[in-house]
């Protein structure tokens, strides 16, 4: 079991900045790998990005590449997305999520991740 908890959305306008944290209890934190999702209101889940469970091989989708960057500190049990150039259609909610290697190999897929934390509301004006 792993409890994630997310921190550091909030209001910007457009080509702001935010840093957004996981926190994750448990110690095999650091056995699974990790990724950030976002849902727009009436939308489904979108991929945002992922990382290893050892801190390589980033991975971002298209509309974020390049302006996102996920990290991680296994020894800390936390994980973060730094978001710069922020824009309008960046504006939902975003999940920090757990995949077990035993429980799905997409990492751009939302039914292979086990955990997930509540959810921190990042909102982009014009």
């Known amino acids: 079991q792993v409890d994630l908890v997310e921190s550091g959305g909030g209001s910007v306008e457009t080509g702001g900045s935010l840093r957004l944290s996981c926190a994750a209890s448990?110690?095999?934190?650091?056995?699974?790998?990790m990724g950030w999702f976002r849902q727009a209101p009436g939308k489904e889940y979108d991929f945002v990005a992922t990382?290893?469970?050892?801190?390589?091989?980033?991975n971002y989708a298209d509309s974020v590449k390049g302006r996102f960057t996920i990290s991680r500190d296994n020894a800390k049990n936390t994980m973060s997305l730094q978001m710069t150039g922020l824009k309008p259609e960046d504006t939902a909610i975003y999940y920090c999520?757990?995949?077990?290697?035993?429980?799905?190999?997409?990492?751009?897929?939302?039914?292979?991740?086990?955990?997930w934390g509540q959810g921190t509301q990042v909102t982009v004006s014009s």
């Open positions: 448990g110690r095999i934190f650091s056995t699974y790998a």
């Open positions: 990382l290893s469970a050892s801190g390589s091989d980033p």
């Open positions: 999520a757990a995949r077990p290697p035993w429980y799905g190999d997409r990492r751009d897929d939302p039914n292979s991740y086990a955990y």
